[in-house]
Nanobody
Framework: QVQLVESGGGLVQAGGSLRLSCAAS????????MAWFCQAPGKEHEFVAA????????YYADSVKGRFTISRDNTKNTVYLQMNSLKPEDTAVYSCAADRGRLRLGGAERDYDYWGQGTQVTVSS
């Protein structure tokens, strides 16, 4: 099985930056594409960004294009989300996810097989 653990969340002022990390452990050979989702209070998981196994293909939600960057380091079994120009509406729990071998990057919760518990990001006005 695969375990995903996020870190790097916290409280930041609007306009600031934050870098989230997600470390995978367990049967990491099962991991292919990875992604970040966010969940605001009372809402469902919302897609943020995804990245292919090799890191050369990325896919972003329109709301974060130009502000967030997803990357990964397979030697460390870790995926990152660099968050710049943060806005109060970015406030949410951010979770990482991984699939087992899709040919294309998924943008839906059902596209992913493994999930972390999330890390809280709070952006103040």
């Amino acid at each position: 099985q695969v375990q995903l653990v996020e870190s790097g969340g916290g409280l930041v002022q609007a306009g600031g930056s934050l870098r989230l990390s997600c470390a995978a452990s367990g049967r990491t050979s099962s991991i292919n594409n990875m992604a970040w989702f966010c969940q605001a209070p009372g809402k469902e998981h919302e897609f943020v960004a995804a990245i292919s196994w090799g890191g050369t293909t990325t896919y972003y939600a329109d709301s974060v294009k130009g502000r967030f960057t997803i990357s990964r380091d397979n030697t460390k079994n870790t995926v990152y989300l660099q968050m710049n120009s943060l806005k109060p509406e970015d406030t949410a729990v951010y979770s990482c996810a991984a699939d087992r071998g899709r040919l294309r990057l998924g943008g839906a919760e059902r596209d992913y097989d493994y999930w972390g518990q999330g890390t809280q990001v709070t952006v103040s006005s």
